[in-house]
Nanobody, 125 residues
Framework: QVQLVESGGGLVQPGGSLRLSCAASGNIVSINGMGWYRQAPGKERELVAAITTGGSTNYADSIKGRFTISRDNAKNTVYLQMNSLKPEDTAVYYC???????????????????WGQGTQVTVSS
């Protein structure tokens, strides 16, 4: 059907940078919103950043000014540029695609949310 594949996580020192990518594949017609969530150990999953097809963005207060979300609609890919990383940014980061229209055979289907498998980001010296 539709798959989201994330890449770009890893270990980085405080103050460093990472760039996450998430590519959606399948017989996709359109995707409304795409975004990034994160979940730290013992905590609930939280929104990090989201972007619409038209480029409107929404950021969590904790990462404003440090992270930038962008999107390539033609490639169904969303990116998260993370700068000035802090230890508290350590978490598993999940990609999300919202309101996805895709073909299942000849049937036009709608799925309200797809999730990636998650990629670990660890900020530590």
């Amino acid at each position: 059907q539709v798959q989201l594949v994330e890449s770009g996580g890893g270990l980085v020192q405080p103050g460093g940078s990472l760039r996450l990518s998430c590519a959606a594949s399948g017989n996709i017609v359109s995707i409304n919103g795409m975004g990034w969530y994160r979940q730290a150990p013992g905590k609930e999953r939280e929104l990090v950043a989201a972007i619409t097809t038209g480029g409107s963005t929404n950021y969590a207060d904790s990462i404003k000014g440090r992270f930038t979300i962008s999107r390539d609609n033609a490639k169904n890919t969303v990116y998260l540029q993370m700068n000035s990383l802090k230890p508290e940014d350590t978490a598993v980061y999940y990609c999300n695609a919202d309101e996805v229209y895709f073909y299942s055979g000849t049937y036009l289907a709608l799925e309200y949310a797809y999730w990636g498998q998650g990629t670990q980001v660890t900020v530590s010296s």
